[in-house]
């Protein structure tokens, strides 16, 4: 027979009705899950975190207090509360995005408990000996970890903490070093020795080659001799000095069409849209073989009664280099009576030439049969050959390419005055006219107030007492405003700002008599300031 439990009274409906054995952790389940969603909608978690141990002692220590309301909780859960139920939401609703809330009664507050920290991340190390592991790193594995370091290179050389040698320092040094006479006669034993392989360079050349020589030392003096004793008497040559700064292919061209008298009414093909296109097809078609030229075209393509030889004194310069440069000369060396004599001195400059443009042989038209576009194939069909001389840089070094803002360890050329003529040309070709004519004014005042005494005619650098010949700078306004270079101040601090800038133009705040004031000149030497007016005769004063 069933015992009879204890009776319940009767459930009540309505909001005051609610009895005091409603589950509670029902609804604190369901403001929990609530409270989860808000979480989860601004961007953080409010759920708990619970220490298992904690959780225990904080359920024992419950029990001995005697409460029975979790018990009876337990007993209604599978109870709802009703529709009309209304719940507080819990204190951390608060900080979310649904504004304010009135906090629980302490009563169904849960209790604080403590959470879990995290632990820190540690990174890969390998295991010891002996360690158990189903995964174990491998020294390959390491070896990636090692490479993905950042490596601690410094970009310091002990050639930039050494100033450049002015060309009076390197020409007594030079003539020093010759004095010595052991380097002088390995020069010349050298140069004798390349003289006895002239004859087998002439027959590569005729067999359709082309020469790239390489070596340590200036070959110059080498293949000038070559040019001179042999390839003279063969035909026409033409010398390109690559080392000269600024030689770009378009100098080569007009070079070639200059000495040569090449006829500029040469039909040129569809194909040839540029200026520099049309130039070096003139060349190329003013050397074709005379039998590939059938005979009622000759009258309107004229031949060259010799061959060429185009000498290039390093090839590698940078106005060369370019893939438009390379393409306009593999287009001259495919001539069959065009033969290309090159010597580079950058390690890797034979980079710079694919296998195709390497091994391509010239062109071969059959007799009659030049159309008046030339062949798709190009290339060099270069042969290396190593001319090592010892011989000194000399020319090479003096036409060196310096920019006049160029860093002197770690120090730019504005502070120290390291500048150089080719700096200066440099700085003349992208000025505007109005700067030209500024520049030219303080030039030609300057070489007008140089002394007497040739140790006041080298380049002075910036110092913070001025020399001698250096210009006032309200003069130098006032003329420039006179002869309507420069009539308002602003134009005319623009103007010096970019020459300053630059290092061309330098100032000091006293002169060599101790008068204060804004002295403006500019670091060259005599002979350097009167080359400099001459490339300037077109500009205006």
Not at 27 to 40: C, P
Not at 183 to 192: N, P, T
Not at 343 to 348: G, I, Q, R
Request: glycine content about 6%; proline content about 8%; charged content about 25%.
């Amino acid at each position: 027979m069933p015992v009879a439990g204890p009776s319940r009274p009767p459930r009540r409906t309505g909001k005051d009705s609610m009895p005091r054995d409603v589950d509670e952790d029902m609804v604190q389940g369901e403001e929990t899950s609530a409270s989860h969603l808000v979480s989860f909608l601004t961007g953080y978690d409010s759920r708990h975190q619970v220490d298992p141990e904690h959780d225990a002692q904080t359920s024992d220590e419950d029990r001995n207090d005697g409460s029975e309301d979790e018990f009876e909780d337990d007993l209604d859960d599978d109870d709802e509360p009703d529709d009309s139920t209304t719940t507080t939401p819990t204190k951390r609703a608060k900080t979310g995005l649904v504004g304010t809330a009135t906090p629980r009664s302490a009563r169904s507050t849960p209790s604080r408990r403590k959470a879990t920290p995290r632990k820190a991340m540690t990174p890969l190390q390998l295991p010891k000996e002996g360690d158990p592991g189903f995964i174990r790193p491998s020294k390959a594995d390491m070896y990636f970890f090692d490479m993905l370091r950042s490596s601690r290179t410094s970009g310091n050389s002990y050639s930039a903490l050494v100033r450049p040698l002015s060309q009076a320092l390197y020409e007594r040094y030079a003539t020093k070093a010759r004095s010595l006479g052991k380097s002088k006669e390995i020069v010349e034993d050298l140069r004798q020795e390349y003289k006895t392989r002239y004859e087998q360079w002439e027959e590569e050349l005729d067999q359709g080659f082309s020469l790239l020589c390489y070596g340590f030392g200036s070959k110059r003096r080498v293949l000038n001799d070559l040019v001179k004793e042999r390839l003279s008497k063969r035909g026409h040559c033409v010398v390109i000095n690559g080392h000269f700064p600024g030689t770009a292919i378009r100098d080569v061209l007009a070079q070639i069409e200059d000495n040569l008298g090449i006829p500029q009414d040469t039909p040129a093909p569809a194909a040839a849209i540029t200026p520099l296109e049309r130039s070096a097809f003139r060349t190329y078609a003013y050397f074709l073989p005379d039998t590939a030229i059938s005979a009622n075209r000759k009258r309107s393509w004229p031949i060259s009664p010799a061959p060429m030889y185009l000498i290039i004194h390093n090839i590698d310069a940078p106005g060369l280099r370019s893939p438009r440069s390379l393409g306009i000369l593999s287009l001259l060396a495919s001539s069959p009576r065009i033969h290309l004599i090159a010597s580079f001195d950058h390690l890797h400059t034979p980079l710079l030439f694919s296998s195709t443009l390497t091994d391509t042989p010239p062109h071969d038209y059959p007799p009659g049969s030049w159309e008046g576009t030339p062949l798709a194939s190009r290339g060099f069909n270069w042969i290396y050959h190593n001319v090592t001389t010892y011989d000194d840089y000399d020319l090479e070094l003096t036409y060196q390419r310096l920019s006049a803002s160029s860093s002197i360890g770690g120090i730019t050329s504005s502070s120290v005055g390291g500048i150089s003529e080719e700096g200066a040309l440099q700085i003349l070709r992208s000025v505007p006219p109005m700067a030209l004519r500024l520049l030219k004014l303080l030039l030609t005042r300057q070489l007008s107030a140089l002394p007497p005494q040739p140790s006041a005619h080298t380049a002075y650098p910036a110092s913070v007492v001025a020399p001698v010949f250096a210009i006032d700078n309200d003069i130098l306004q006032r003329l420039s405003r006179e002869k309507f270079i420069a009539r308002e101040e602003e134009r005319y601090n623009a103007l010096m700002g970019e020459f300053k800038d630059h290092g061309l133009v330098v100032e000091a705040a006293a002169d060599s008599e101790g008068r204060t004031g804004r002295w403006v000149w500019v670091p060259l030497g005599k002979a350097a300031i009167e080359r400099v007016l001459e490339t300037m005769s077109e500009v205006e004063v």
